[in-house]
Nanobody
Framework: QVQVVESGGGLVQDGGSLNLTCVAS??????IGWYRQAPGKQRELVAA?????????TDSLKGRCTISASADNAKKIIYLQMNSLKSEDTAVYYC??????????WGQGTQVTVSS
């Protein structure tokens, strides 16, 4: 059974930092990404990392966030370190894991609120 679980969201002041964690298990994944959705807006990609370690970032957060990966037994752990946060970064952040072969699996989301 594939599971994707996010943690690490919360309330932070403008200019602050947060580190989000995603734990994906139950399959071998081609890549895992962080997405976000602000109220009234479409869900957008923040950053993603492939099984080969190659990472991509959205322009709005490039230079302010770093995605990294580690493994713990059968679990893949993906970190998203975000710095210099702005009020426009306020959103629900979701982790999505693409299984090799087929299937996209999403977590329940974690709220990030940046107060100005």
């Amino acid at each position: 059974q594939v599971q994707v679980v996010e943690s690490g969201g919360g309330l932070v002041q403008d200019g602050g930092s947060l580190n989000l964690t995603c734990v994906a298990s139950g399959a071998t994944f081609a890549f895992i990404g962080w997405y976000r959705q602000a109220p009234g807006k479409q869900r957008e990609l923040v950053a993603a990392i492939g099984s080969n370690g190659h990472a991509v970032y959205t322009d709005s957060l490039k230079g302010r966030c770093t995605i990294s990966a580690s493994a713990d037994n059968a679990k893949k752990i993906i970190y998203l370190q975000m710095n210099s946060l702005k009020s426009e970064d306020t959103a629900v952040y979701y982790c999505s894991a693409k299984r090799i072969g087929s299937g996209d699996f999403w977590g329940q989301g974690t709220q990030v609120t940046v107060s100005s």
